[in-house]
């Protein structure tokens, strides 16, 4: 079972992940709702496309942007449609 942890929280975790470029990319199913914060950034990567990101917020603590996917990715990322990526102090296991 994959992890991820941040602020001494699992915040996601599954057995069904694909890793593009050292990420680990959990179903959007595993993450957990309640830890999630929209937010309004967008990067662009040539070949995956325009990722959109979430916040965390765990124990009244923030980490900025440390959740990204694609909504729409181009069809050579199709395989992370639906799922979720970290980065930021997020430990992945």
Do not use: Q
């Amino acid at each position: 079972m994959t992890t991820a942890s941040w602020n001494g929280t699992v915040i996601a975790e599954s057995d069904d992940i694909v890793t593009v470029e050292g990420n680990a990319y959990f179903p959007r199913e595993a993450v957990k709702d309640d830890v999630l914060r929209a937010s309004d950034t967008h990067t662009v990567c040539p070949w995956k496309g325009t990722a959109s990101y979430f916040s965390l917020e765990v124990d009244g603590r923030v980490n900025a942007d440390a959740a990204w996917y694609y909504p729409e990715p181009k069809d050579a990322a199709r395989e992370i449609t639906g799922r979720v990526a970290f980065w930021k102090g997020v430990e992945v296991r």
